[in-house]
């Protein structure tokens, strides 16, 4: 197998960064004016790489499919960001974050890339602090830090319930800067539908214009591709619903290996689904694991009393409850990382303790916290002898000066009150730590080509920890990028303007147009719609969660299947010189099912549980997850080879230099 | 439950538009409005017609593309909540629901209810944001104290989510309150101090190139607006409008 050169400097872990720095290739500031760089995605990578690379003098063509680039699903992200500040005097440090990273990606990641990130951790604040963006602050005015799972410092920034807001608006408002100074063209509502490889170089991107249908050909010296993660592949998830793998699958085909495209993070705190309708998953933060318990009811005909509405939560005493997680890890209780939370709530379930119709939910409990805040803010107010009801009052407002927008917004979809009864919660698919292979300077295996943010795979391994997906995609975009594209742009100062009239981009274009058109040709009845909703079972029942060999092999016949109906069947109406978001929908869909099979196929090959992969065959007596280092210290990289089932696996060894590999352990 | 939903239909920005009526039944209380705009358009593409063409994306109330006019109010019913969160329980069976698109003129309809809001962004290019260039050394986060009672004033005008009903809203389409969530935001935070003259004049300005019209203090916009933004950023702007008329010397 070819091996993959992944560029990590030589040296100490903790210079590595900066003498790489100090001897890569520069490109003077006469010369960037006559370099053009295009950026896919505006989400926090997207439009900080944007802003950033146009204030240094490049030319930036930006492109997003939303209608305003402030629009881009980062904006959703709620809980904060991570940053090794130590403002709480709590022995934080920049190794302390990298360790941490690291041992809740459960191993599976490169040291040199992670010690870097939380190297410009802290610059990442700085530099959101200077644009504006308003973070919370405590009484001195001072900036204000909170706790996050899988740690033990207060590392947290936030903006209430709306850090990736304020993040990404503050990201948006440089990129607007920059629109208005003319250094970056901005495309709103536009789709990339290929990119174009010239003498083994990217040098530029085909877009469908998405009001007028339009088929564009855009040129430049370098693409970076920002164009978030895959989670829709399961059509249910706590992506926005435009949220797609195509541009990243494109650049696969195209010659850009992924990397351990099963990697993919269920959280495990969402709105169960409650309807055959339903269109997407709501997340409910992180932080609720605080003060909420997570339990079950003990018996089994308790629970089918619940189910059948018969019994309610309040009816049951302390001792029918079954606080699994409490019960499972008494070290880290409710606070276990992501995928261990998850894969509890689901062997629950599975064994017929789920609490609601589907018997697909667990119970967020917030009780507990309304009797312990409202004892303490009793004593805090002064008030002797407070009666019950008093205590409980007194809880729930401080409950709702916490968690309060969450609690709200949990009322407006589920029509239930979290302050009288508890949460109904269920695991969901939120993020994919997998993407396109990387290297140091986050280029592709297709020269010119880079990923960065949720788009790349580089920095989270198995398991990302809460708060860092906003710290990797404002690193990459702000303090990585703009440094490494440079070193290979110096060699491009006198190529010239990019042409498309270049016969690569006319095949390009060819390729985009014959698709499109085979889907107004090929006399389907069935909506694009249904065919996601089968893709996503089929991957949830068997990618998600838990997975074995037989379910794997069975997912990967029937999406082959599916491909096939797909093809023959799909019905997208209109035309494609028109606004048309069912086409829109059905270009994403076809290159979800071409991902879904790749990711079974990734799966299956890895047999060793790790992180968020959960192999069924290799677990511990105790059903923990059982890691196989011997044998799979390695990221998986796919070559695309003509059909997602022929994928080429290449290896890219993992070397622990500076950390020793352990078996986590949350008991 | 079974509804009669009369939505507006129109072929692009030079089409005159209707009003055209689509029964749905079998809406089950517990979708979200645009669930049930999806299963009309599942039915509407098998029957070879062409589906209602909208905007929406996050589905959970942040992304600010969701944008209807139901039943003469900007994203439906209820107060604090976007389209894509208000739910069918809020109907009753047999209801007729008026579906419209957000109507001013500097947002001209796409298609359907989709209308083109550029103008916000080009509003924002005029001068809402802090010259800063991103750079490693920019000072320590905490060198500037910020009083908490200013920090949380501006954060709570920072979370516009720039969707536009405060427009649609308003009877004279303004976007005052659009524009002066930035404004304050930024005339609040010290970072924003040393261009607060000319971004102020800058935004006011290309708010009215853009054709919005001016704040005659109804405050229908703050009532619709899901995110709650407060009036009190509109007489921030004013004031800060004036000052910058006043110092300006350029």
Known sequence: MAVL???????????????????????NPANKRHIDVIVVGTGLAGSSAAASLAEMGYNVKAFCFQDSP???????????????????????????????????????????????????????????????????????????NRSFGGVQVSRTFYAKGQTGQQLLLGAYSALSRQIARGKVTMYNRHEMLDVVVIDGKCRGIIARNLVTGEIERHGGHAVVLCSGGYGNVFYLSTNAMGSNVSAAWKAHKKGAYMANPCFTQIHPTCIPVSGSYQSKLT?????????????????????????????????????????YLE??????????????????AKERCDEGFGVNATGEAVYLDFADAFNRYGHLEANIQGIENPSEAEILKLGKEVVKSKYGNL????????????????????????????????DYNLMTTVPGLYAAGEANFSDHGANRLGASALMQGLADGYFVLPYTIGDYLSDDIRTGTISTDHPAFAEAEKEVVDRIEHFFSNKGTVPVDDFHRRLGLIMWNNCGMARNETNLKKAIDDIRELRKEFWEKVKVPGNSKQFNPELDKAGRVADFIELGELMCLDALERKESCGGHFRE??????????????????????????????????????????????QRSYK | MNLTLKIWRQDGPNDKGRLETYPVTEISDDMS????????????????????AFDHDCREGICGMCSMFINGRAHGPQTGTTTCQLHMRAFNDGDTIYIEPWRAGAFPVIKDLVVDRSSFDRIIQAGGYVSVNTSGNTQDANAIPIPKEDADKAFDAATCIGCGACVATCKNSS????TSAKLSQLALLPQGDPERTQRALKMVEQMDKEGFGNCSNTGACEVECPKGISLENIARMNREFMRASVVNDK
Not at chain 1, 293 to 318: F, H, M, N, S, Y
Not at chain 1, 327 to 344: I, K, M, Q, T
Not at chain 1, 626 to 648: C, H, I, M, Q
């Open chain 1, 617 to 662: 065959e290799m677990q511990t007596p105790e059903g923990e997850a059982l890691r196989d280092d011997e044998n799979y210290t390695f990221v998986s990289a796919w070559e695309y080879t003509g059909d997602p089932g022929n994928s080429k696996l290449h290896k890219e060894n993992l070397d622990f230099e500076f950390v020793e590999l352990k």
């Open chain 1, 407 to 438: 609690f709200q917004m949990y009322e407006k979809i589920t029509d239930n009150n979290p302050y009288e009864t508890p949460m109904m919660i269920y695991p969901a698919v939120h993020y994919t730590m997998g993407g396109i292979w990387v």
């Open chain 1, 70 to 144: 402030r629009r881009a699903h980062s904006i959703a992200a709620q809980g904060g960001i991570n940053a090794a500040k130590n403002y709480q005097n709590d022995g934080d440090s920049t190794y302390r974050l990298f360790y941490d990273t690291i041992k809740g990606g459960d191993y599976r990641s490169r040291e040199a890339n992670v010690y870097r990130l939380a190297e410009v951790s802290a610059n990442i604040i700085d530099q959101c602090v200077a644009q504006g963006v308003p973070f919370a602050r405590d009484y001195g005015g001072l900036l204000d």
């Open chain 1, 327 to 344: 019960r499972r890890y008494p070290s880290f209780g409710n606070l276990v990382p992501r995928d261990v939370a998850s894969r509890a």
């Open chain 2, 175 to 178: 976007a005052m309150l659009f």
């Open chain 2, 33 to 52: 409005f645009l669930e049930m705009i999806d299963v009309l358009n599942d039915q509407l593409v098998r029957d070879g017609k062409d589906p209602i």
């Open chain 1, 283 to 323: 997340l409910m933060s992180e932080s609720l694991r605080n003060d909420g318990r997570i339990w079950v009811p003990r018996k089994l005909e308790d629970a089918k009393a619940i189910r059948e509405g018969k019994k309610t939560p309040e009816d049951l005493k302390e001792e029918d409850r079954d606080y």
């Open chain 1, 5 to 27: 050169d992944s560029k990590i400097p030589k040296g100490p872990l903790k210079d590595k960064w900066v003498d790489y720095k100090d001897h890569i290739n520069l490109v």
